[in-house]
Nanobody
């Protein structure tokens, strides 16, 4: 059983920065992929970024060069540093852990980019 808890969401102006955190607890298998997904109202949930336990990363084209995903394996925590934020980044951001063929999800944290 795995639990994920996100934090760090909020209101930020266009061009601003925000850092999201996700702490995992429970039975965490060392071989896993953690990532961030987002969903805007009326839209499908989409992948933002992922990072493996060996720190191989993947990014959506829309966030390349602006967002950076990282992790601290000792703390079972994944981060998403978001810079140069745009209004279209507004969404609920969800933390994900994939391991042993299963997906685990956090409850999400809202990011609103608006002036």
């Amino acid at each position: 059983q795995v639990q994920l808890v996100e934090s760090g969401g909020g209101l930020v102006q266009p061009g601003g920065s925000l850092r999201l955190s996700c702490a995992a607890s429970g039975s965490i298998f060392s071989i896993n992929i953690m990532g961030w997904y987002r969903q805007a109202p009326g839209k499908q949930r989409e992948l933002v970024a992922t990072i493996t336990n060996l720190e191989r990363t993947t990014y959506a084209d829309s966030v390349k060069g602006r967002f950076t995903i990282s992790r601290d394996n000792a703390k079972n925590t994944v981060y998403l540093q978001m810079n140069s934020l745009k209004p279209e980044d507004t969404a609920v951001y969800y933390c994900n852990l994939r391991s042993r063929g299963l997906d685990y999800w956090g409850k999400g944290t809202l990011v609103t980019v608006s002036s």
